[in-house]
């Protein structure tokens, strides 16, 4: 035991030497899958990523790290600008897979950050979410052609630059796009958007250029476009734009709104807060009226655009079909009404115009066929009592056999110009009585223009 014992002293030093030797050997391979994950492969960058890289600032650093751990990049907005400032080119290549960093599936998530210079996302392809909210632009922005796997969203930024170029035209969004509490200086453009799902422009948000059409045209949208709460300093144009609904609440539009040819399965909400210059409504289709008091704001946008027939019929129609032949009416009616103004501004077309004026007053334009019968009615009494007395009639032929007259058959039978009563045969207004032979020859043509029209509104024939 004590020989052993006298080994093992013997070779404590060695022993010692091989733990040494272990255990720097061990530090070092844990260094180096350290540095194998936190940096990146540099080897693989361009040059000027590399460079780029080399040269973070402080903020950028912590923007990285934060992106490397799938983790918020929250900056305080009480520090320095410098303090918060981030180059826009850092954020394309972090975005776009240049550092050879892969991105958390938490996403990227920026806030309260000044990124400075033109951004320039063409083309990229994001697998994650995206988060710039309380941000800063200063400069172009540009996501055109960019496709994002996940949601992406501006909440609560602005774009500061009124001279800045911000294009997001044929942006794929695989999720909602948010643009709450935003406000844009510059001069945004969102046609062809493809969203799958919503896209929110509400809480406040503001597009200041005066002169700019901001313009969704022709855009794709698998959910509900959202505008509440939004101001627009120029234009608004949703010509050509696809969605399964449309809300417009509390927005104001200064200058013009358009929505030509638009395909919305479901209207929401129509509430423009004030009159805007110019309404394009021609070839909107729908398929619901969902929102309380939505036809009512359609109605009134239709009062406001260009005429276009089309659009009354479709209203009209979806009111019919949904039982609500009242609206239906209404809608109608001021769709003809409109038209007689059109009428009324050209000569030659005054003959029509003059018609149409009949035909409201009389039947509704076929919508109110009764009216025909109280103004059929009023006649027959008001010739009763124009013809009420015997002494002011006399017999066509003298020496015919005298009938009992009567002021009542007599005024009906004078206004139905297709049936024989046998009494506007047989009397008439003495020779004498000028006023009795002149007012008898009117009554006879307002029959003539009552009955036909009366038959043909109850018909069918006049719709």
């Not at 060695?14 to 194998?36: D, K, P």
């Not at 066929?369 to 032929?397: E, H, M, T, W």
């Not at 206004?415 to 004498?432: C, G």
Request: glycine share 6%.
């Amino acid at each position: 035991m004590i020989q052993e014992l006298k080994a093992l002293f013997l070779f404590r030093p060695v022993i010692v030497l091989c733990l040494i030797q272990i255990g720097i050997a061990s530090g070092f391979a844990r260094q180096t899958v350290a540095n194998h994950v936190e940096k990146p492969a540099e080897n693989k960058m361009a040059p000027d990523t590399l460079k780029l890289l080399r040269s973070l600032q402080k903020s950028e650093s912590t923007v990285l790290e934060q992106a490397r751990k799938g983790e918020a990049a929250v900056f305080d907005a009480r520090l320095e600008p410098a303090n918060r400032t981030v180059r826009a080119e850092f954020i394309e290549k972090l975005l776009a897979g240049d550092f050879e960093i892969p991105l958390s599936r938490h996403g990227f998530i920026i806030t309260n950050a000044l990124i400075h210079g033109p951004l320039n996302l063409r083309s990229a392809q994001v697998p994650v979410e995206a988060r710039f909210t309380e941000c800063q632009f200063d400069d172009d922005v540009d996501f055109s052609s960019s496709q994002f796997s996940a949601p992406v969203v501006f909440d609560g930024s602005k774009f500061t630059n009124e001279n800045a170029r911000l294009n997001f035209n044929s942006m794929t969004v695989d999720g909602p796009l948010s643009f709450r509490h935003v406000e844009f200086a510059g001069k945004p453009e969102f046609y062809h958007l493809k969203i799958k799902s919503d896209l929110f422009a509400t809480d406040d948000i503001r597009f200041n250029n005066k002169d700019w059409v901001v313009a969704f045209d022709q855009s794709q949208v698998g959910g509900k476009f959202f505008f509440q709460d939004a101001a627009f300093a120029g234009s608004l144009s949703l010509a050509d734009i696809t969605a399964k609904g449309l809300t417009l609440k509390s927005v104001t539009v200064q200058k013009g709104l358009d929505l030509r040819n638009a395909h919305i399965q479901t209207v929401i909400d129509l509430e423009i807060t004030q009159p805007v210059g110019s309404i394009a409504l021609e070839g909107l289709t729908y398929g619901d009226l969902s929102g309380t008091g939505v036809g009512d704001q359609l109605r009134d946008l239709l009062d406001m655009a260009p005429f276009s027939a089309q659009s009354y019929s479709q209203l009209d129609d979806y009111y019919r079909l949904h039982g609500y032949p009242e609206q239906a009416n209404d809608v109608f009616i001021g769709m003809k009404k409109r038209e007689r103004l059109i009428l009324r501004q050209h000569l030659f077309l005054i003959p029509a115009y003059v018609a149409s004026l009949v035909l409201d007053g009389v039947v509704g334009y076929g919508r109110a066929p009764q009216r025909a019968l109280y103004i059929s009615i009023c006649v027959v009494l008001l010739g009763s009592l124009v013809f009420r007395r015997n002494r002011d009639v006399v017999l066509q032929k003298p020496g015919e056999t005298s009938e009992i007259y009567s002021p009542l058959w007599y005024s009906l039978d004078l206004l139905t110009p297709f049936i024989d009563l046998h009494a506007a045969s047989v009397w008439m207004p003495r020779p004498d009585w000028r006023f009795g032979r002149n007012y008898a020859r009117i009554h006879r043509i307002i029959g003539w223009i009552l009955v036909p029209i009366g038959i043909a509104a109850i018909t069918g024939i006049i719709k």
